[in-house]
C-alpha cells in the first residue's frame, strides 16, 4: 500500500535574537519605514528535527529529556542592500537549547531572552578552520552553514566536488522532469543572461555571476563575498531520508531547506559523509535574475530593499512501502513546493529525492492562464489526499496570496495602502501536487479558468494565510478553514466523491465568519495564519467543528490604532456536503471579559462562539494559535507606543494559556509578557511545545512534571501538554476486507 506523508516545518521565528552588534543598523530607519522590516519581525529562530537516537521510543511520546537539534536562522540588516544570513545548529535537552559544548546556549533573562548567547559555540563550527573560532554565537559571520560555504571551493565553471549553483530552466513542461542547468560566470553566459541580469555590458554581467557564485566580482581579487543570504520569513524545513549510512547507529540522513532575500533556495547537509553544515545545492528563479546585480552593488542601489526567495518550502515525501527510508528503486521520493511570499507572485515544486544530488524541476505556476488571479505568495499550501470522480489526487492548497507591494514609483499597493477590494489573490486554489495543474479553485470572478471553479462573489480580499484542513477516517481532505486580509473567514467543503461532476456540483466555499468590522476600527481586522480547528461535543452532545484564529495586521505590525481579537468559532455544520451558512458577525460573539461575569452569557447550547479583545495598544495576534491537551496557546506582538521608540525597542511578546473544558469560555486565562520582538507561533514537538521566547516560569507547567524530566524546577521553553498517556487503538478496514 502506497504511503504518503508531509514533512511538517518544525521551525518557528524566536522572539526578537538580533545579535547586539546589528542594532544599530535599525537606526537607519529601513525597519521602521518598511512595513515588512519592523523591528524585530522575522527574526532568526529555531526549526526543531527530531534526532533519532539507538532505543529511544517512537516520535510522539512524552520524553521531555530526548535530544533533537535545532537550526537557527539568522539575518544581519546591513546598510548595504544584500543583508547576510547564517543558519547554525543546536540541541535541545531537558527541554532547553544547548551548544556544542553542553553549555545552555540561549539567553534565558533581560532584554536579550531567546537569543542566542554570546558565548555559545554551535554545532557546525570548526574551529580549525577560518570563519570559525570559538564562541561564535555572537558573530554571524562565524560557524554554521555560512562558515561551511565559505569554505567550499568554487569557480566560474564547476568541476565535480565544487559548490553547485542552479538557474531555473527557461523552457519546461510542467509534470516533467527537468534537470537544472548550473549558473555559469563564463563569457557565454555573461552574454546569454545580460538582459535578464539588466545590466549594461557583458563586463558588468560576469561580474555579477561572479558574485552569485560566491567569487570576488572581479579577477584578481582575494576577499569572496560572504555566500549565503539573510534567512528573513522563510522558515526552514527538515527533510529526514531515513537511516544515516556514514553515520553512528541511529543516526539519520537529514536536510534542511530555506529560501534567502538573495533569491536563492538552499539545501544544507546535517548528515551523510561526515560534511554536517556543507551546501548540497542553491538554486535561484529566473525571476531574481534581475536582482542580482542590485545586491552584488555591480549597479547603484536605487530601491531600499530587495526582497527574495520569501516564502517557507512545503515537503511532500512517498514512502512506499513505509519502512523509514527514501529508496528511489522502491518507487519513493521527496519533493518540495515554495511560494515567493513577498519576493514575487508564483510557486514551484522541484524533486530533491537525490539527497547528495542535484533537484529536478517539476512544475512552475505563474499570474497567466487559470493562474491570473495569483498574489504575493504568501499563503503556505497544505498537502494531502482529496477524492473525485476518477480518484484519489494528492493536492496542495492554498489561498492566492496578499495582493501588497509598491508601484514603479515606491507607492504602497493593496492592502498595503487601504482596505479597498484586491484584484488578486481573492481566490482559493486547489492543485495537482504532480502536474502542478489546477484541480478548482474558489473566487468572485471564475472567467477564463478552464477547471472547475465555484464562484463567490463575497470573496473581494486577497489571502494570505495558511489553510487548516480536516480529514476523515481514510486521511482524505473533506474541508479547510481560513481567513483573508478582510476579516473575513472561509469554509471551503471538498466532499469525496466519484459521481461526474463532483467538483462543480458540491465542492464549494462558503462565507463563515464576517470579522473585519467591530467596535469602530479604523481599518478592516486582517488574518495571515492559518486558524487551529478542532472537533469536539457540546454539553448537550452535538458535534461541531471548533475554530480558533487571532486578527493582526502583519504588514503594519507598529500600528497602535486597530483593535485586534482572539476569535474562538463553532461550526455545527459538521457533514461533508453541508449546506448554507449565515455568517457570524463579529458584534453578535459574546465577549470572554462578559462571560466572566455572566456564564451562561457563553454557554447558551449551541451559541457561534467568543471573542478576547487583545488589550494592549496595537496588539496584535500574529501567529498560528496552538492546541494541546485541552489547553489553547496563543503569541501575540505589543509594539512601541511611539514611532520614534523602533529605533530603541522592537515591541514586546505576550503568551497567552487558555484552558478550554468544554464549548463555553475558558475556565482560566492567563496571559505572560515575554522577550522583545515579534512572535512565533508555539510549534508542537510529540506530545510537548515549544515556547519560541520563553523560557516559561516553573509556575506554567503542569503541576506535576512528567516521569523522567531533569531540573523538573527550572523553567523551560519545550513544556509537556496536559495529556501525557499512550492510548492503543485497533481499527479493521471494511474495504480492504
Not at 530552466?169 to 538582459?195: Q, T, V, Y
Request: aromatic fraction near 8%; glycine fraction near 12%.
Amino acid at each position: 500500500m502506497t504511503r504518503y506523508s508531509w514533512i511538517l516545518t518544525l521551525c518557528l521565528l524566536l522572539a526578537n535574537p538580533v545579535l547586539a552588534d546589528d542594532l544599530e543598523a535599525y537606526r537607519l530607519g529601513e525597519a521602521c519605514d518598511d512595513p515588512e522590516l519592523a523591528p524585530g519581525y522575522s527574526l532568526p529562530g529555531p526549526g526543531l528535527g527530531r534526532q533519532m537516537l539507538p532505543g529511544l521510543p517512537p516520535a510522539g511520546t512524552a520524553h521531555v529529556g530526548l535530544p533533537m537539534a535545532m537550526y537557527l536562522p539568522l539575518f544581519q540588516p546591513r546598510h548595504a542592500p544584500a543583508w547576510p544570513g547564517n543558519l547554525k545548529k543546536l540541541q535541545i535537552l531537558g527541554g532547553r537549547a544547548v551548544d556544542a559544548m553542553g553549555q545552555s546556549a540561549l539567553e534565558d533573562s533581560g532584554e536579550r531572552t531567546g537569543q542566542l548567547k554570546l558565548s555559545a559555540t554551535t554545532l557546525w563550527t570548526r574551529v580549525d578552520q577560518p570563519f570559525g573560532e570559538s564562541p561564535d554565537g555572537g558573530d554571524l559571520k562565524r560557524g554554521g552553514a555560512g562558515q561551511q560555504l565559505m569554505l567550499a571551493p568554487v569557480s566560474e565553471v564547476p568541476v565535480p566536488g565544487q559548490r553547485r549553483v542552479l538557474l531555473e530552466p527557461l523552457a519546461h513542461s510542467n509534470g516533467e522532469l527537468a534537470d537544472i542547468p548550473p549558473l555559469l560566470a563564463d563569457a557565454a553566459s555573461a552574454r546569454e543572461l545580460s538582459a535578464e541580469l539588466g545590466v549594461r555590458d557583458e563586463t558588468e554581467a560576469r561580474a555579477v555571476l561572479r558574485w552569485a557564485r560566491g567569487l570576488p566580482p572581479a579577477q584578481g581579487d582575494v576577499t569572496a563575498p560572504w555566500r549565503l543570504g539573510a534567512i528573513l520569513h522563510s522558515q526552514p524545513v527538515v527533510v529526514d531520508y531515513g537511516p544515516d549510512p556514514a553515520g553512528a547507529e541511529g543516526a539519520r540522513l537529514r536536510r534542511i531547506l530555506f529560501g534567502t532575500q538573495w533569491g536563492f533556495l538552499h539545501m544544507i547537509a546535517d548528515g551523510g559523509g561526515g560534511a554536517e553544515g556543507r551546501e548540497i545545492f542553491a538554486y535561484l528563479p529566473r525571476q531574481y535574475l534581475g536582482n542580482l546585480a542590485v545586491l552584488s552593488q555591480v549597479q547603484a542601489n536605487t530601491v531600499n530593499f530587495v526582497h527574495g526567495l520569501d516564502g517557507s518550502p512545503v515537503v511532500l515525501r512517498r514512502d512506499v512501502d513505509g519502512d523509514g527510508r527514501i529508496e528511489p528503486v522502491a518507487g519513493d521520493w521527496v519533493r518540495v513546493a515554495f511560494g515567493m511570499r513577498r519576493g514575487g507572485r508564483g510557486y514551484q515544486m522541484l524533486d530533491i529525492t537525490d539527497p547528495d544530488g542535484p533537484p529536478r524541476l517539476l512544475w512552475r505556476i505563474r499570474p497567466q492562464g487559470d493562474y491570473a488571479r495569483l498574489g504575493l505568495g504568501f499563503s503556505k499550501p497544505v498537502s494531502g489526499r482529496v477524492l473525485y470522480e476518477d480518484g484519489e489526487r494528492e493536492v496542495l492548497i492554498f489561498g492566492a496570496g496578499y495582493h501588497g507591494g509598491r508601484d514603479g514609483e515606491g507607492k504602497p499597493l493593496g492592502k498595503d495602502a487601504a482596505d479597498d477590494p484586491d484584484p488578486v489573490g481573492n481566490a482559493i486554489l486547489v492543485v495537482d501536487a504532480a502536474t502542478g495543474k489546477l484541480v478548482w479553485q474558489a473566487s468572485a470572478n471564475t472567467s477564463g479558468s478552464a477547471a472547475p471553479a465555484h464562484r463567490q462573489p463575497a470573496m473581494r480580499h486577497s489571502i494570505p494565510s495558511q489553510v487548516a484542513v480536516l480529514r476523515n477516517h481514510r486521511g482524505l481532505i473533506y474541508r479547510a478553514y481560513l481567513g483573508d486580509s478582510g476579516g473575513q473567514v472561509w469554509r471551503v467543503d471538498l466532499p469525496p466523491g466519484r459521481e461526474p461532476g463532483q467538483r462543480e456540483r458540491y465542492w464549494r466555499a462558503r462565507l463563515f465568519a464576517d470579522l473585519g468590522e467591530l467596535g469602530g476600527a479604523p481599518r478592516l481586522r486582517r488574518f495571515f495564519h492559518a486558524p487551529a480547528v478542532f472537533q469536539a461535543r457540546d454539553t448537550a452532545g452535538t458535534p461541531f467543528d471548533g475554530i480558533v484564529l487571532a486578527s493582526g495586521n502583519q504588514a503594519q505590525p507598529l500600528d497602535l490604532q486597530g483593535r485586534d481579537y482572539l476569535f474562538y468559532l463553532r461550526d455545527y455544520q459538521v457533514g461533508p456536503t453541508a449546506g448554507n451558512v449565515t455568517p457570524i458577525d463579529a458584534e453578535a460573539l459574546p465577549d470572554l471579559a462578559d462571560c466572566a461575569h455572566d456564564i451562561p452569557l457563553c454557554r447558551s447550547g449551541r451559541q457561534a462562539g467568543w471573542k478576547m479583545a487583545l488589550e494592549g495598544p496595537g496588539e496584535k495576534g500574529l501567529s498560528r494559535p496552538h492546541l494541546a491537551g485541552g489547553r489553547l496557546w496563543l503569541t501575540s506582538y505589543l509594539p512601541p507606543q511611539r514611532r520614534e521608540d523602533c529605533e530603541r525597542s522592537p515591541g514586546r511578546n505576550r503568551l497567552y494559556r487558555l484552558q478550554l473544558l468544554d464549548e463555553g469560555p475558558p475556565a482560566r486565562v492567563r496571559m505572560l509578557t515575554l522577550a522583545p520582538g515579534l512572535p512565533a507561533s508555539i510549534a508542537r514537538v510529540g506530545w510537548q511545545a515549544w515556547v519560541p521566547a520563553g523560557p516559561v516560569p516553573v509556575d506554567w507547567l503542569p503541576e506535576m512534571p512528567p516521569e523522567g524530566a531533569d531540573d523538573a524546577s527550572l523553567p523551560r521553553q519545550l513544556l509537556p501538554a496536559a495529556v501525557r498517556r499512550l492510548v492503543p487503538l485497533y481499527w479493521r478496514d471494511l474495504e480492504r476486507e
